[in-house]
């Protein structure tokens, strides 16, 4: 899993909903202050291999899909 937390006076912030049980292991990949990421962290292909597994990638077509009743 790959996240975006936020830093407030040194303690990262998960954002809302998001629940990690204690004893988690993490890993923190910490770039330049306000500067974007120039290439994928390393290791990134390898750990996150296989999070798709299990997913339907055949998406009905556009129109098909029953129309939701609240947004």
Known sequence: MSITAIVENDMIRLP???HV???TAVRLDIGDVG??????P?????RTAG??????MER?????TP???FW
């Open 42 to 46: 390393a290791g990134y292909f390898e």
């Open 16 to 18: 809302a909903g998001l």
């Open 67 to 69: 129309a939701r009743e």
């Open 60 to 64: 009905p077509a556009q129109g098909e």
């Open 51 to 56: 999070a798709l597994t299990g997913e339907r």
């Open 35 to 40: 500067a974007a990421a120039s290439q994928w």
């Open 21 to 23: 049980p204690d004893g």
